[in-house]
């Protein structure tokens, strides 16, 4: 089961997450981190260049022996696709210390729809046949992205999006196609940005909206006895189509309590606490509410 948990690592470049109290680790509690998941059996590292200093420490760390998949930014205006994506490769290769990523995703995968797609994709072809990389890969925000770039293009590895609210991976089929396919799919927000794991009295107003969400939510948990965190991950881990489950943490103590969980699934949640609402699913439109 551990082997399925992946070590999200944006809270080591920047301070992310609604329910984000303590800010960035410190070197010594990443390598705390980092220590306490190897042991238990997590093997795979997802970074992004655009997690602020992520890569760095990381590479400071030491990360030889880790599965590490990391992102390609935004696709800057006016450049060269291939000189682009080369430099970007080189420059998290060098940050990490590492000879080779085990995958690399294009965080803004619509680059691939646009007039640079071509180039760009072929270069991460011949990186790939170079072992620079292993899995080519898109990072995406909703089901409409892979309507419009999996036909088109061939990739090895999607990350997306998935947890008790967020359902629209399994609702879209993707989930089941590109299973079939042979794609791994890795997913993350499994526990929406920390809003699933907040208390009532811990969730900001502007979310009281979906008061009625949550009174089911709540009554859910009370009702089976599950903490919220083991609900989560007993939710994301229960589907055996996705191959990583993403978790971040801000100290050993945090990673641990996300291991203990894991190791005890419970009944799965009712498709009544789903939601189609981007306002609540989609945290990039959290600041305008």
Excluded at 12 to 37: C, D, V, W
Excluded at 100 to 128: I, S, T
Excluded at 207 to 219: M, P, S, V, Y
Aim: glycine letters at 8%; hydrophobic letters at 40%.
């Amino acid at each position: 089961m551990m082997k399925r948990l992946a070590l999200g690592t944006v809270q080591f470049g920047l301070p992310y997450g609604i329910a984000n109290k303590s800010g960035q680790p410190g070197s010594e509690t990443i390598r705390e981190i980092l220590e306490t998941a190897r042991r238990a059996g997590v093997d795979t590292l997802d970074t992004a260049i655009a997690y602020g200093d992520s890569e760095r420490r990381l590479g400071l760390a030491g990360v030889g022996e880790w599965k590490v998949i990391s992102k390609l930014p935004a696709f800057p205006d006016g450049a060269d696709a291939t000189a682009w994506v080369r430099e970007s490769v080189e420059t998290s290769l060098s940050r990490l210390r590492l000879d080779r990523l085990d995958g690399l995703l294009l965080h803004q995968p619509g680059v691939l729809l646009g007039p640079h797609g071509k180039a760009v994709h072929e270069c991460l072809r011949q990186l790939k046949q170079e072992s620079k990389i292993g899995k080519i890969g898109i990072s995406v925000y909703g089901p409409e992205e892979l309507d419009a770039i999996l036909p088109a293009y061939p990739v090895d590895l999607v990350q997306a999006p998935f947890n008790i609210v967020d359902r629209r991976l399994l609702a879209s089929g993707w989930l089941d196609k590109m299973h079939k396919s042979g794609i791994e799919i890795h997913v993350r927000s499994i526990f929406l940005q920390g809003l699933l794991l907040m208390s009532c009295a811990e969730r900001p107003a502007k979310f009281q909206r979906w008061n009625t969400l949550w009174q089911k939510w709540d009554e859910w948990l009370h009702a089976t006895g599950l903490s919220p965190l083991r609900a989560c991950l007993g939710f994301a881990l229960a589907h055996p189509q996705v191959s990583r489950v993403i978790v971040g943490v801000e100290s050993p103590l945090q990673l641990v309590e996300i291991l203990e969980a894991a190791a005890a699934p419970g009944p799965l949640p009712p498709p009544l606490l789903g939601s189609e609402d981007p306002d609540l699913i989609n945290p990039s439109r959290w600041n305008s509410l």
